[in-house]
């Protein structure tokens, strides 16, 4: 036995959990199904017609929802009515819920409307989940807006999907708007946009990151910095590669006093290399003018003005003044004395 269209229709309304309403602008009654009741636990003497019972729409919703049945009541306005799930209507027992209203207008030859008639259905659980979501979304906005650290998001093409305010100042763009939808190419010098480029499609071909490595940022104005970088795969829920993320954050002072520190520490080494080599000749000089035998003065030259004495150095000893006496005659004697 074939179906008939009010038959198919019901059955369509009812597995997708909709209501119908009926509203006679002539007449301004509205017929609503049992389903409609149910949504707002009300029996039907008791159900207002909610187009005109504004005080029952959310106050936040109140203007939208005035303002979308004006549109389509006025001569020749739209024919079509669509609101959306921010509308949202009290139901029998107080509480709030968002339902999805749509519905078509018929006009007399004039263009006035005669008759409204549309759907209605329940969205309150799939609101509330959007609304979580995007209270999580807000959070984490919060969060990469706020600590001092570049982050950013890209496609498989390496294109900005979403950075943070620091990365955008850090770039020299006003919001972060700005920088989506452009690549390092726009970004920094032609070396460090390939760089940054082999590294992201390392990143998608194997899935493994980049982690914490310090790399040099050439802006293409000519500007340099130093940043400590981390790049990782961008997954999707089904665990599908779909991009890379990353952070970084400026270690430019770092750097700089680590080269500074490298540079000194090189400059000692230097001086004390030189200094070793000059202690070592003074050494070898040392021991090539120390004398193998030393004179003796004879018995009663004492008793002279001339007093001697002479002086060993060893060679342990680093450096310093060196003399040597040596005989010139039976009753003399010379000093030879350096600096080495």
């Known amino acids: 036995m074939p179906y008939r269209s009010d038959d198919r229709l019901e059955l369509a309304l ?24 149910r949504f707002f636990g009300r029996r039907r003497e008791e159900m207002p017609n909610l187009f005109r019972a504004v005080e029952l729409v959310h ?42 209203i749509r519905g078509v207008v018929v006009r007399d030859a004039e263009g006035h409307a005669i008759r409204v008639a549309g759907s209605m259905i329940n969205i309150t659980p799939r609101k509330l989940v959007e609304q979580e979501l995007l209270e999580e979304r807000h959070l984490m906005r919060l969060l990469i807006d706020n600590v001092p ?19 955008a100042k850090w770039n020299g763009f006003g919001s972060p708007e700005d920088v989506v939808g ?52 961008l997954i999707d829920r089904i665990g599908a590669i779909i991009g890379t993320f990353g952070v970084s954050s ?32 003074a ?29 060993y150095i060893p060679i342990s000893g680093l450096a310093g003044d060196f003399f040597e006496v040596f005989p010139i005659g039976e009753h003399c004697a010379g000093l030879f004395i350096c600096d080495v």
């Open 250 to 281: 400026d270690v430019t002072e770092l750097v700089r006093t680590q080269q500074s520190l490298a540079e000194a520490a090189a400059a000692l080494q230097r001086r004390n290399d030189e200094m070793e080599e000059e202690l070592a000749l």
């Open 14 to 37: 009812r597995a997708s959990n909709e209501g119908i309403w009926d509203w006679n602008l002539v007449s301004d009654e509205i017929h609503y199904s049992g389903r409609i009741l």
């Open 59 to 100: 106050e936040a919703d109140r203007d939208l929802f005035v303002t979308r049945i004006e549109a389509i009541l006025k001569i020749g306005g739209e024919d079509l009515l669509a609101m959306e799930p921010r509308i949202r209507v009290a139901n029998g027992s107080g509480e709030w819920n968002w339902f999805r």
């Open 283 to 311: 050494r070898e000089v040392q021991q090539a003018l120390l004398p193998h035998d030393y004179p003796t003065v004879p018995a009663g030259a004492g008793r002279g003005r001339l007093k001697f004495g002479h002086r």
């Open 182 to 233: 452009k690549s390092d190419q726009d970004l920094f010098s032609e070396d460090h946009a390939n760089e940054a480029l082999r590294d992201e499609r390392k990143i998608l071909e194997s899935g493994e990151p980049i982690l914490g490595y310090v790399e040099k940022e050439t802006t293409a104005a000519g500007g340099e910095a130093w940043v400590l970088t981390t790049k990782m795969p």
């Open 149 to 167: 650290l570049n982050i950013y998001f890209k496609d498989r093409e390496s294109k900005f999907k979403l950075v943070n305010k620091s990365m």
